[in-house]
């Protein structure tokens, strides 16, 4: 089992990553919101160990980022604050357990082993129509066997339609999910973007699993 810990205060830090070590799990320290998200999204852990207050980028930010890129896995919220709105802000951004600082490391120990016993993920990470399949986790995509070298608004924008396979997504749900709710509906972003993604996930096949739907929006099915 790895945990990544992304905690800036390295007293703490280190405590946590040795008592973790010392029962049988691996640990990797972040010591800034930066490290911490970068760690987050390109490695694979079971549980990360999240500070709220961080330099760089706070804990909400970071787990917002995650789960908006469907990266799921398990956060337990550690912090200074024990304010009932932070506590509901954080299980709101999907949050797992919140836990307040100053703790004891078997309080943190007993919520690690019961997050990581409830299962990776609330949700499937691997999504798959025919023979493209989008590894939610591991951030990949592969379409017969073959690697898509896919942008991370591609990603996105991939498991958007793959998650709703069947539905006719209008153009303005798919910039709100994908680009949030600053969007400029004159913008031709999505069409753009969608060009690209299905240049890769489409060109290079006979069987197209993109389909536009005029005056709509956009599908992703298979049809036969
Ligand atoms: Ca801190």
Same mark, same amino acid.
């Given at each position: 089992?790895?945990?990544?810990?992304?905690e800036?205060?390295?007293?703490?830090?280190?405590?946590?990553?040795?008592?973790?070590?010392?029962?049988?799990?691996?640990?990797?320290?972040?010591?800034?919101?930066?490290?911490?998200?970068? =760690?987050?999204?390109?490695?694979s852990y079971?549980?990360?160990?999240?500070?709220?207050?961080?330099?760089?980028?706070?804990?909400?930010s970071?787990?917002?980022? =995650?789960?908006?890129?469907?990266?799921?896995?398990?956060?337990?919220?550690?912090?200074?604050?024990?304010?009932?709105?932070?506590?509901?802000?954080?299980?709101?951004?999907?949050?797992?357990?919140y836990l307040?600082?100053?703790?004891?490391?078997?309080?943190?120990?007993?919520?690690?082993?019961?997050?990581?016993?409830?299962?990776?993920?609330?949700?499937?990470?691997?999504?798959?129509?025919?023979?493209?399949?989008?590894?939610?986790?591991?951030?990949?995509?592969?379409?017969?066997?073959?690697?898509?070298?896919?942008?991370?608004?591609?990603?996105q924008l991939?498991?958007?339609l793959?998650?709703?396979?069947?539905?006719?997504?209008?153009?303005?749900?798919?910039?709100?999910?994908?680009?949030?709710?600053n969007?400029?509906?004159?913008?031709?972003?999505?069409?753009?973007?969608m060009?690209?993604?299905?240049?890769k996930?489409?060109?290079?096949?006979?069987c197209?699993l993109?389909?536009?739907?005029?005056?709509?929006?956009?599908?992703l099915?298979?049809?036969?």
């Amino acid at each position: 089992m790895k945990i990544l810990i992304v905690e800036d205060e390295r007293k703490t830090a280190s405590y946590l990553k040795r008592g973790l070590e010392e029962n049988g799990f691996i640990a990797d320290v972040a010591e800034d919101g930066e490290d911490g998200a970068y =760690l987050a999204q390109t490695r694979s852990y079971d549980l990360i160990i999240l500070d709220v207050m961080l330099p760089g980028q706070d804990g909400w930010s970071i787990i917002a980022d =995650l789960r908006r890129r469907q990266i799921a896995t398990p956060v337990l919220f550690l912090t200074a604050r024990d304010a009932v709105d932070d506590r509901v802000k954080g299980l709101e951004l999907g949050a797992d357990d919140y836990l307040v600082k100053p703790f004891a490391f078997a309080e943190l120990l007993a919520r690690t082993k019961t997050i990581l016993r409830r299962g990776p993920v609330r949700q499937s990470q691997v999504l798959n129509v025919l023979d493209l399949e989008l590894d939610l986790h591991r951030h990949r995509a592969v379409r017969a066997g073959r690697s898509l070298d896919l942008t991370p608004k591609e990603f996105q924008l991939l498991s958007l339609l793959l998650r709703r396979t069947g539905e006719v997504l209008s153009r303005t749900l798919i910039a709100e999910q994908v680009w949030d709710i600053n969007f400029d509906s004159d913008s031709n972003v999505v069409e753009v973007h969608m060009r690209r993604l299905r240049a890769k996930v489409d060109e290079p096949f006979a069987c197209k699993l993109i389909h536009t739907v005029r005056g709509v929006g956009y599908v992703l099915e298979q049809r036969s």
